[in-house]
């Protein structure tokens, strides 16, 4: 947006009263009211100026009407005059392009009176002069003056969009939609901003299925700078942040674009094609895979739990996360937490063959270490759970039937053994220990 279409929207703060006839007639009654002939005598004046569109010679009579000795309420008339014919001076100044005499003018008003007409006269001025930080100073005063009009919000947001600050000019255009749904200049500053954004995410995005994830960083920091809440932005970072191995990042990106769905309407997460529950299952994904990414690289216990600790938060009732954290205890051997997990997950959900493998597993390993200091009772408790769990697991019913031989419970034991060959009649451990079972050491026909 050009600096000169900025100024021309800046509200105009020539006050309508020059347009009123009654106007000057007011300020000769108000003259003929005081007790000082020389106050008198230049309100007269200012009055006659005035009628004759005469802001320069007005300005001069306004002054020395100020420089008079006057009670506290003619004071505040009197300032209150002084005030709309600068400032009505200052604007033919900045219509003429003598910004810098309009801005003494200005100046010189806002010492006396920082009324909201001469900031957003001053505003405008600024502008024009190239000064857009000022500007908005000024604007900003004024906006908390008075109840913002939709045209001071659109120009706050052009002057901010015109500094580069685009997150703050689309704040801007949204606060003023919000006054005048059909705001011409800022629905078109907002058609501008969107545009803009929508051209740099779908560069984002494309980089991202090209693999090119350095350079979808580069783009998404620019669009985050103007909408800091872009949903597909955010996801096509936290994509390319996950891809890189930079799984913090992404889990922060995605949290950031879960908490921004919370502020949109369904229809507008599914505009965007991200709604809250896509995006929360993306980052349950990103948090596991950033555990297995540490696993993988030999990490500590805490790199490794704490993702999946944060996944289990979010989502309690998710067997596999639990699962995953049972993995993860595992793999620095922590069996006790390792079962606890499981248990966890297979309450959650009691059909899960691969979590019912784990823990068969967990028992058999128990029930082999029972085992080894003659627990017996304890070692054939463990596997009847392990064969429980996995009743497929051939190596799990060959054990248990060894060990119910050494405990002499023979019918148990070849019962086990039979089961251990139903499964599988390769299975070499079974097949020896059945053949002590059985006369002369031969095995059951349908097992030779």
């Excluded at 369904?266 to 349950?284: C, H, K, M, N």
């Excluded at 944060?310 to 006790?336: C, E, K, S, T, Y």
């Excluded at 009691?350 to 627990?375: E, M, N």
């Amino acid at each position: 947006m050009k600096l000169s279409t900025v100024a021309r929207r800046a509200p105009s703060s020539k006050p309508s009263l020059f347009a009123n006839a009654n106007y000057s007639p007011s300020l000769i009654v108000r003259s003929s009211r005081t007790p000082n002939s020389e106050l008198g005598i230049h309100l007269v004046q200012t009055s006659l100026f005035l009628s004759l569109s005469d802001l320069s010679s007005a300005v001069h009579s306004v002054r020395a009407a100020r420089r008079c000795t006057m009670p506290d309420d003619a004071r505040r008339a009197v300032n209150a005059v002084f005030t709309d014919v600068l400032v009505a001076r200052a604007e033919e100044y900045r219509a003429a392009g003598r910004v810098d005499r309009a801005s003494t003018l200005l100046d010189e008003v806002i010492a006396v009176n920082p009324s909201p007409a001469a900031l957003l006269s001053r505003s405008a001025v600024k502008l024009q002069r190239g000064d857009h930080a000022d500007a908005i100073e000024d604007l900003s005063h004024a906006l908390r003056t008075v109840t913002p009009t939709a045209d001071m919000k659109s120009s706050l947001a052009a002057i901010h969009h015109l500094m580069g600050s685009h997150s703050e000019a689309l704040k801007g255009v949204r606060q003023c939609l919000l006054t005048d749904a059909n705001h011409r200049p800022a629905l078109d500053l907002r058609d501008r901003i969107v545009r803009a954004l929508n051209n740099m995410t779908t560069t984002a995005v494309g980089l991202h299925i090209a693999g090119r994830n350095a350079e979808v960083l580069d783009v998404v920091r620019r669009i985050l700078a103007i909408d800091p809440t872009c949903v597909v932005a955010l996801m096509a970072a936290a994509g390319a942040q996950a891809a890189l191995g930079q799984y913090t990042e992404s889990v922060g990106l995605l949290e950031t674009a879960l908490n921004a769905t919370t502020e949109m309407t369904p229809a507008e997460q599914r505009r965007t094609g991200y709604t809250s529950a896509r995006i929360r299952d993306v980052l349950l994904k990103t948090l596991h895979d950033a555990a297995t990414a540490a696993l993988h690289t030999n990490a500590g216990l805490g790199e490794a739990v704490g993702p999946l600790n944060a996944a289990v938060q979010i989502a309690p009732d998710h067997a596999g996360l639990r699962m995953a954290r049972g993995d993860a205890f595992m793999a620095f051997g922590d069996q006790q937490l390792a079962m606890a997990n499981y248990e966890g997950a297979l309450a959650r959900d009691p059909d899960s063959q691969p979590i019912k493998r784990r823990i068969a597993h967990l028992h058999y390993r128990d029930g082999l270490a029972a085992s080894i200091v003659d627990d017996l009772t304890l070692a054939i408790g463990h596997l009847v759970n392990a064969v429980d769990m996995d009743p497929q697991c051939s190596t799990y019913w060959a054990l248990k039937g060894r060990l119910e031989y050494r405990a002499q419970s023979f019918d148990a034991s070849y019962a086990s053994l039979c089961a251990a060959l139903d499964v599988d009649r390769s299975c070499s451990e079974a097949r020896t220990a059945l053949a002590k079972l059985c006369p002369g050491g031969m095995l059951p026909e349908k097992y030779r």
